[in-house]
C-alpha cells in the first residue's frame, strides 16, 4: 500500500511527510480490516474467503470502470 502511495506521489510531483504517509496508511488499513470483518459476519464466512471475496469485487470494479 506504501508503494501506491508513493507512486500517487510521484504521479502528482508532491511529497507527503513520513508521519502523513503513516497516517493514510492506518486509515487504509484500518478501513479495509473492518470490511473484511463485516463481509465475514454478514455472510458467515471465514476471513480469509471474506477477503478474496472483496478483493475480486474490486478488481471486477476496476476493470468496470475501465470500459473492458
Known sequence: M?????QVQNN???Y???I??????KKQMEKS???VFDMSSKLSISLRD????LSL???LQ???IKGK
Do not use: C, G, H, P
Request: glycine share 0%.
Open 16 to 18: 507527503w511527510e513520513e
Open 57 to 59: 469485487d474490486r478488481i
Open 50 to 53: 471474506s477477503s478474496y471475496i
Open 62 to 64: 476496476a476493470i468496470n
Open 12 to 14: 502528482a510531483n508532491y
Open 20 to 25: 502523513e504517509v503513516d497516517q493514510k496508511l
Open 33 to 35: 480490516t473492518k470490511d
Open 2 to 6: 506504501v508503494s501506491y502511495f508513493e
